[in-house]
């Protein structure tokens, strides 16, 4: 009975990670309609900024955050505002295979400057503390500190929606582009900062992903669908739905590969098809 | 106050307005009228914004704004109550209300005196846009605009799917706005209405001014030849 | 007032001249051409297959598909499956691999449809790695690291790759002739419609859902195919080389660049693919950095792709499957040109 107690806590910190893959691409999803196929390769693109910062200035990885963060900020305002709002407008597919290209292209210029080894980001041992429930449970002080991040961040989104200026702009600008222009909306600029935000968490959610576990060049694909199956299971419009989606993903995934260390992301991927057979809104959609 | 010159508008190859002139001054209430199709969204469109047009063809308190982003022609003192009101369903009503004031323009205008002006809309502040009914909702969409503190209110097409009494205690509140300063401009599908509540009028007629002058001035059989272009 | 369609263009006329001499000397090059021209055309073949039915789903029906290469994985192991377990003829079992990959797609169209636009994109990819894994996770399939296709070796080389050649070229004409014949007909103006409005087309009594299915199914066919074809030609296959979201990449950037929603366009997007393959493959893989560069581009600034451009520009159509109406049709004016479906 503890074994499965143990697969249970350990999936629900696996989904405060899922989560926060999750978050930045449930922001875009809101305001903008936008499904960023490079979601996945920029978080990895973020990992690889923060092993560079990390190496040529010695800070920790964690640190090194207050370099990456505002980086990867000013990442996402330029990349939105130099080339993705014009892929905005309508059709569906320009904004697809645009990101889907920036995807192939990221990966393959990741190849040529790092090359195809596994890297990691060192914590100096807190990634490897754990302390113990009883019962031969033991909770890693890393993973709870990612999970406390992920709702900490759900929770600053939430807010940042309902109560501020920016986040009446956000939804304003979801709901009818134009009008939101008539009321003194720029709605290029409102873009830029909702994928400047996503980023950010991006830079956030990739330092974690590179302490918990190696990253290479081409884990862009699986971590995007990893945050897609997320948001999709959690419902469209709600941060805590996100958060809700990853840890019900990451349970299943810890369920699944106890069952076989083959299964893991198999059970994900079947938990995500059995959600859009059977509630295909998802559990905590937010209707608009 | 605001003035277009020999203003053009196209859609792709197609020409919708073809070389409009009209004026609007502080205070004034003026009524554009014309059959659909005539002209009347696209010029509103020009002007704040929302269609590409020659610089110099609109001019607002002395500056060439034509062609300017929409978001920077709110920031210059235009609003508009949008046709068909464009609530956002998302947010509340105060939260529209509030939404309006984006720009922080200086003004009279604040959330309590919106609420003065339409106190139906005080008890419903918290629910969302989408509860409220026709008359409601476009008291809303005034108040939304009103809290931007425009110089030159623009209403478009506010008669329609209401009730003749809803119309009736929506265009009552105008004059009180206007009583601030603030220039109106209303694009009205009812002409009568819009001759009895403007003082001035332009007639569209297949992208041009037919016909233009004060609203008491003008005739039934005028207006009529100039509306269907006879 | 008496009126003529008309189809046919100049452009088309010599086209089918020019297309004539050069089917009757690719029908023929296993005669005069070498073993590895036979292996590229048959891969140059299935991509070319892949990208009209990547285009017939996309640039015609309106469905974006990030997971196509679900149905060219499972062709590719139906065909493995029915030879060496069922004994069946391996090249009898290029268009059964095309039959069952259609016949998958209808439940799994099911799940999938569940989604719309790009969350539908993503979903189709996420199926994809579940018959990935699947088959990943099944040790008679030969597991992760695949299995070779031992019903071929009765077979002497030269007859394997003449046939597989010959398929292949069948296939790629098939698939570019049944895209053509399927735009024509009235099928065509109803996906047409369906791409530019769906409501609209609706509202004409076109069932939409039904046609998407249909085009679906279709283009899961044509992949089946296409990946029976292609691990035919390598007699060898893996669940992530068959499965690989790659091929997806490499056929959205050939029919993006080449012009989507053309016939022509994912022909010369296979060309510029195999030229840009060839020129830079000493640099690894930064022709992938390129192509995908120059899909970002084109998508930005020819959304219609090289061949669309052209069109537009010089009212090219070497495939006409527009209907222009002379009005002219007696007095023999110049036409008045009034196209009636934009494809």
Same mark, same amino acid.
């Given at each position: 009975?503890?074994?499965?107690?143990?697969?249970?806590?350990?999936?629900?910190?696996?989904?405060?990670?899922?989560?926060?893959?999750?978050?930045?691409? /449930?922001?875009?999803?809101?305001?903008?309609?936008?499904?960023? !196929?490079?979601?996945?390769?920029?978080?990895?693109?973020?990992?690889?900024?923060?092993?560079?910062?990390?190496?040529?200035?010695?800070?920790?990885?964690?640190?090194?955050?207050? !370099?990456?963060?505002?980086?990867?900020?000013?990442?996402?305002?330029?990349?939105?505002?130099?080339? $993705?709002?014009?892929?905005?407008?309508?059709?569906?597919?320009?904004?697809?295979?645009?990101?889907?290209?920036? /995807?192939?292209? !990221?990966?393959?210029?990741? @190849?040529?400057?790092?090359?195809? #080894?596994?890297?990691?980001?060192?914590?100096?041992?807190?990634?490897?503390?754990?302390?113990?429930?009883?019962?031969?449970?033991?909770?890693?002080?890393?993973? @709870?500190?990612?999970?406390?991040?992920?709702?900490?961040?759900?929770?600053?989104?939430?807010?940042?929606?309902?109560?501020?200026?920016?986040?009446?702009?956000?939804?304003?600008?979801?709901?009818?582009?134009?009008?939101?222009?008539?009321?003194?909306?720029?709605?290029?600029?409102?873009?830029?900062?909702?994928?400047?935000?996503?980023?950010?968490?991006?830079?956030?959610?990739?330092?974690?992903?590179?302490?918990?576990?190696?990253?290479?060049?081409? #884990?862009?694909?699986?971590?995007?669908?990893?945050?897609?199956?997320?948001?999709?299971?959690?419902?469209?419009? /709600?941060?805590?739905?996100?958060?809700?989606?990853?840890?019900?993903?990451?349970?299943?995934?810890?369920?699944?590969?106890?069952?076989?260390?083959?299964?893991?992301?198999?059970?994900?991927?079947?938990?995500?098809?059995?959600? $859009?057979?059977?509630?295909?809104?998802?559990?905590?959609?937010?209707?608009? | 106050?605001?003035?277009?010159?020999?203003?053009?508008?196209?859609?792709?190859?197609?020409? =919708?307005?073809?070389?409009?002139?009209?004026?609007?001054?502080?205070?004034?209430?003026?009524?554009?009228?014309?059959?659909?199709?005539?002209?009347?969204?696209?010029?509103?469109?020009?002007?704040?914004?929302?269609?590409?047009?020659?610089?110099?063809?609109?001019?607002?308190?002395?500056?060439?704004?034509?062609?300017?982003?929409?978001?920077?022609?709110?920031?210059?003192?235009?609003?508009?109550?949008?046709?068909?009101?464009?609530?956002?369903?998302?947010?509340?009503?105060?939260?529209?209300?509030?939404?309006?004031?984006?720009?922080?323009?200086?003004?009279?205008?604040?959330?309590?005196?919106?609420?003065?002006?339409?106190?139906?809309?005080?008890?419903?502040?918290?629910?969302?846009?989408?509860?409220?009914?026709?008359?409601?909702?476009?008291?809303?969409?005034?108040?939304?605009?009103?809290?931007?503190?425009?110089?030159?209110?623009?209403?478009?097409?506010?008669?329609?799917?209401?009730?003749?009494?809803?119309?009736?205690?929506?265009?009552?509140?105008?004059?009180?706005?206007?009583?601030?300063?603030? =220039?109106?401009?209303?694009?009205?599908?009812?002409?009568?209405?819009?001759?009895?509540?403007?003082?001035?009028?332009?007639?569209?007629?297949?992208?041009?001014?037919?016909?233009?002058?004060?609203?008491?001035?003008?005739?039934?059989?005028?207006?009529?030849?100039?509306?269907?272009?006879? | 007032?008496?009126?003529?369609?008309?189809?046919?263009?100049?452009?088309?006329?010599?086209?089918?001249?020019?297309?004539?001499?050069?089917?009757?000397?690719?029908?023929? %090059?296993?005669?005069?051409?070498?073993?590895?021209?036979?292996?590229?055309?048959?891969?140059? &073949?299935?991509?070319?297959?892949?990208?009209?039915?990547?285009?017939?789903?996309?640039?015609?029906?309106?469905?974006?598909?990030?997971?196509?290469?679900?149905?060219?994985?499972?062709?590719?192991?139906?065909?493995?499956?029915?030879?060496?377990?069922?004994?069946?003829?391996?090249?009898?079992?290029?268009?059964?691999?095309?039959?069952?990959?259609?016949?998958?797609?209808?439940?799994?169209?099911?799940?999938?449809?569940? %989604?719309?636009? +790009?969350?539908?994109?993503?979903?189709?990819?996420?199926?994809?790695?579940?018959?990935?894994?699947?088959?990943?996770?099944?040790?008679?399939?030969?597991? +992760?690291?695949?299995?070779?296709? &031992?019903?071929?070796?009765?077979?002497?080389?030269?007859?394997?790759?003449?046939?597989?050649?010959?398929?292949?070229?069948?296939?790629?004409?098939?698939?570019?002739?049944?895209?053509?014949?399927?735009?024509?007909?009235?099928?065509?103006?109803?996906?047409?419609?369906?791409?530019?409005?769906?409501?609209?087309?609706?509202?004409?009594?076109?069932?939409?859902?039904?046609?998407?299915?249909?085009?679906?199914?279709?283009?899961? +066919?044509?992949?089946?195919?296409?990946?029976?074809?292609?691990?035919?030609?390598?007699?060898?296959?893996?669940?992530?080389?068959?499965?690989?979201?790659?091929?997806? &990449?490499?056929?959205?950037?050939?029919?993006?660049?080449?012009?989507?929603?053309?016939?022509?366009?994912?022909?010369?997007?296979?060309?510029?693919?195999?030229?840009?393959?060839?020129?830079?493959?000493?640099?690894?893989?930064?022709?992938?950095?390129?192509?995908?560069?120059?899909?970002?581009?084109?998508?930005?600034?020819?959304?219609?792709?090289?061949?669309?451009?052209?069109?537009?520009?010089?009212?090219?159509?070497?495939?006409?499957?527009?209907?222009?109406?002379?009005?002219?049709?007696?007095?023999?004016?110049?036409?008045?040109?009034?196209?009636?479906?934009?494809?």
């Amino acid at each position: 009975m503890s074994g499965w107690l143990d697969t249970l806590i350990q999936g629900v910190l696996l989904g405060g990670l899922y989560a926060l893959f999750a978050i930045g691409l /449930s922001l875009i999803f809101g305001v903008m309609r936008l499904v960023n !196929i490079a979601h996945g390769d920029l978080i990895v693109l973020a990992a690889y900024l923060a092993l560079v910062v990390v190496d040529t200035t010695g800070l920790s990885p964690l640190a090194a955050l207050a !370099i990456c963060v505002p980086a990867m900020f000013l990442l996402g305002y330029a990349l939105q505002r130099g080339l $993705l709002n014009f892929t905005l407008g309508g059709d569906i597919l320009p904004p697809l295979l645009v990101t889907f290209g920036l /995807s192939i292209i !990221i990966q393959n210029a990741l @190849l040529q400057g790092f090359s195809a #080894d596994p890297r990691a980001l060192r914590l100096g041992g807190f990634e490897t503390g754990s302390f113990h429930l009883g019962a031969g449970i033991a909770v890693g002080y890393f993973p @709870l500190l990612v999970l406390g991040v992920a709702v900490a961040l759900a929770f600053a989104l939430e807010m940042l929606f309902a109560r501020i200026p920016l986040g009446r702009a956000f939804r304003a600008t979801s709901d009818d582009p134009e009008a939101a222009q008539l009321m003194g909306v720029n709605d290029r600029h409102v873009y830029g900062l909702a994928m400047g935000i996503a980023l950010s968490i991006v830079a956030v959610a990739a330092v974690f992903y590179g302490i918990r576990t190696t990253f290479a060049p081409t #884990d862009g694909p699986d971590r995007l669908l990893f945050a897609f199956e997320a948001v999709i299971i959690g419902g469209l419009g /709600s941060f805590w739905g996100t958060l809700a989606g990853g840890i019900v993903l990451g349970v299943a995934q810890a369920v699944g590969f106890r069952l076989d260390p083959g299964w893991g992301v198999l059970t994900g991927h079947l938990a995500f098809l059995a959600v $859009l057979l059977f509630r295909p809104t998802g559990l905590f959609p937010r209707t608009r | 106050m605001l003035s277009t010159h020999n203003l053009t508008a196209f859609y792709g190859d197609f020409q =919708a307005l073809f070389g409009i002139d009209l004026e609007v001054s502080a205070g004034e209430i003026v009524a554009i009228i014309g059959a659909n199709g005539a002209g009347k969204s696209t010029l509103l469109k020009a002007i704040t914004g929302l269609v590409p047009t020659r610089s110099e063809a609109v001019r607002f308190m002395g500056e060439a704004i034509g062609g300017h982003a929409a978001h920077r022609i709110l920031s210059l003192g235009i609003a508009m109550v949008p046709e068909g009101r464009r609530l956002f369903p998302s947010l509340t009503v105060e939260e529209n209300l509030q939404l309006g004031a984006y720009r922080k323009r200086a003004g009279p205008w604040t959330l309590e005196r919106v609420y003065e002006l339409f106190p139906a809309l005080s008890e419903k502040r918290r629910v969302p846009s989408t509860a409220l009914s026709g008359g409601q909702q476009q008291m809303a969409a005034i108040g939304r605009a009103l809290m931007a503190n425009p110089k030159l209110l623009i209403c478009d097409e506010m008669s329609l799917g209401l009730a003749p009494i809803v119309i009736k205690s929506v265009y009552d509140v105008l004059p009180t706005v206007v009583t601030q300063g603030i =220039a109106l401009l209303i694009v009205e599908q009812d002409v009568g209405l819009a001759m009895r509540v403007s003082q001035r009028v332009y007639c569209l007629q297949e992208g041009r001014v037919a016909l233009a002058g004060r609203s008491r001035d003008l005739g039934r059989e005028q207006v009529s030849a100039a509306y269907f272009g006879v | 007032m008496p009126f003529l369609v008309q189809r046919a263009t100049r452009a088309s006329r010599v086209g089918a001249a020019v297309a004539i001499p050069l089917l009757v000397a690719l029908v023929t %090059l296993p005669w005069w051409g070498e073993s590895s021209w036979m292996r590229t055309f048959v891969e140059f &073949a299935c991509l070319l297959t892949l990208a009209q039915m990547w285009n017939l789903l996309a640039g015609y029906g309106g469905v974006v598909s990030i997971g196509q290469q679900a149905f060219l994985g499972l062709g590719a192991y139906a065909l493995f499956v029915l030879a060496d377990h069922a004994g069946v003829n391996p090249f009898l079992c290029v268009p059964l691999a095309g039959l069952i990959a259609a016949l998958i797609a209808l439940p799994t169209s099911k799940v999938v449809f569940r %989604l719309r636009g +790009g969350y539908f994109a993503v979903g189709s990819w996420v199926v994809a790695e579940v018959y990935r894994l699947l088959i990943a996770n099944a040790s008679f399939l030969g597991g +992760g690291s695949g299995k070779s296709l &031992a019903a071929v070796r009765p077979f002497s080389k030269a007859l394997r790759e003449s046939v597989t050649f010959w398929m292949a070229l069948a296939a790629a004409v098939s698939a570019i002739g049944l895209t053509y014949l399927l735009l024509r007909s009235r099928h065509g103006l109803a996906l047409t419609a369906i791409r530019d409005s769906e409501r609209a087309a609706a509202s004409q009594g076109i069932d939409v859902d039904a046609t998407k299915l249909w085009v679906y199914l279709v283009s899961a +066919g044509g992949c089946g195919v296409a990946g029976a074809l292609y691990y035919l030609n390598t007699v060898r296959v893996s669940p992530d080389a068959a499965f690989n979201v790659g091929w997806t &990449a490499y056929v959205i950037f050939i029919v993006v660049i080449g012009g989507i929603g053309t016939i022509e366009g994912p022909i010369l997007g296979t060309l510029i693919f195999f030229l840009l393959r060839e020129t830079l493959a000493d640099y690894g893989s930064v022709y992938l950095i390129v192509l995908g560069a120059v899909a970002v581009l084109v998508m930005v600034k020819f959304p219609r792709g090289l061949w669309g451009y052209a069109q537009q520009r010089f009212d090219l159509r070497y495939f006409p499957v527009q209907r222009r109406v002379r009005l002219d049709a007696i007095a023999g004016d110049a036409p008045c040109k009034f196209d009636q479906v934009n494809t």
